[in-house]
């Protein structure tokens, strides 16, 4: 059974920075594909970064050059570094995993964790 559990997420203010880990279990983690999506109030999930199981990274052009995904297959965990944060980064982020990256990319990962919220004051 796969699971994926997020942490790091908390209160933040403008131009600052949080690093989100999300460990999984149930998985070989090193052949599959990660990816941090994050959804806020009013809005639809969006794919913020994703990476595959060859370390190819993806990402939203809202986050590009200010967030990082990156994995450590040691300790089955992937990171979402997040740098000079705004107040349109405030979500729900959530991590989730895919044998097939076209699933990460096209939205439909086969597991999802159960979020964890970040909120960026101006």
């Known amino acids: 059974q796969v699971q994926l559990v997020e942490s790091g997420g908390g209160l933040v203010h403008s131009g600052g920075s949080l690093r989100l880990s999300c460990a999984a279990s149930?998985?070989?983690?090193?052949?599959?594909?990660m990816g941090w999506y994050r959804q806020a109030p009013g809005k639809q999930r969006e794919l913020v970064a994703a990476?595959?199981?060859?370390?190819?990274?993806s990402y939203a052009d809202s986050v590009r050059g200010r967030f990082t995904i990156s994995r450590d297959n040691a300790k089955n965990t992937v990171y979402l570094q997040m740098n000079s944060l705004k107040p349109e980064d405030t979500a729900v982020y959530y991590c989730?995993?895919?044998?097939?990256?076209?699933?990460?990319?096209?939205?439909?990962?086969?597991?999802w964790g159960q979020g964890t919220q970040v909120t960026v004051s101006s």
């Open positions: 989730a995993v895919d044998s097939r990256l076209y699933k990460i990319l096209a939205g439909t990962p086969s597991s």
């Open positions: 149930g998985i070989i983690f090193c052949i599959n594909n």
């Open positions: 990476i595959g199981g060859t370390d190819v990274t």
